[in-house]
């Protein structure tokens, strides 16, 4: 990990034998949180059911759930200017409390393969830095990792432009949508 001031800084980086568009499309929908990742201790909770909107913004887009926030993968911020590359909190339930902000990259290295680069960081001070430390690296990390696992798995298993050929988009993939 990365210490930037206040900031903690986790780094994780691997190859995923996925195409990069269907990375970023996973990260385009926020209602798949507690479906794959029902296990989960950050990711499990909340409704199954909502309203997703667009919002586009002057470097990208914002794909959010209507009706609730702050309780799972809400929301992620899409920046779309010389690169793409994808923002959004995670609530942690326990330890100090707040959000984990994870920024995540795909750089395409082939058809089927990405360079898959997640940055997870939290603003901290003092105790609660020192606190947040010890447990992520104690808890928390794995946690991570499982999910992380979770979508590599099920975005391998489907390859590129294949995937789509059966698919019935609905109002839950408005980011996937925007994203193309």
């Given at each position: 990990d990365l210490g930037l001031g206040s900031r903690r800084v986790h780094r994780w980086e691997g190859e995923w034998k996925a195409n990069w568009m269907l990375i970023l499309e996973n990260l385009a929908d926020p209602m798949h949180g507690p479906f794959l990742h029902g296990q989960s201790l950050t990711l499990s909770?909340?409704?199954?059911?909502?309203?997703?909107?667009?919002?586009?913004?002057?470097?990208?887009?914002?794909?959010?759930?209507?009706?609730?926030?702050?309780?799972?993968?809400?929301?992620?911020?899409?920046?779309?200017?010389?690169?793409?590359?994808?923002?959004?909190?995670?609530?942690?339930?326990?330890?100090?409390?707040?959000?984990?902000?994870?920024?995540?990259?795909?750089?395409?290295i082939d058809e089927n393969a990405t360079l898959v680069y997640f940055l997870r960081y939290r603003e901290l001070s003092g105790l609660k830095r020192a606190y947040w430390r010890v447990l992520y690296r104690t808890f928390w990390e794995k946690q991570h990792f499982k999910v992380i696992e979770q979508d590599r798995i099920i975005l391998e298993s489907q390859r590129g432009a294949q995937s789509r050929v059966a698919e019935h988009l609905s109002n839950s993939d408005r980011g996937v949508t925007e994203l193309r």
């Open positions: 909770r909340g409704a199954l059911e909502d309203d997703m909107r667009t919002t586009r913004t002057a470097d990208g887009f914002l794909v959010e759930r209507e009706g609730q926030r702050g309780v799972n993968f809400d929301w992620s911020e899409f920046y779309c200017r010389d690169s793409i590359w994808v923002r959004l909190d995670i609530p942690l339930p326990f330890g100090p409390k707040g959000v984990l902000r994870i920024l995540c990259f795909a750089t395409p």
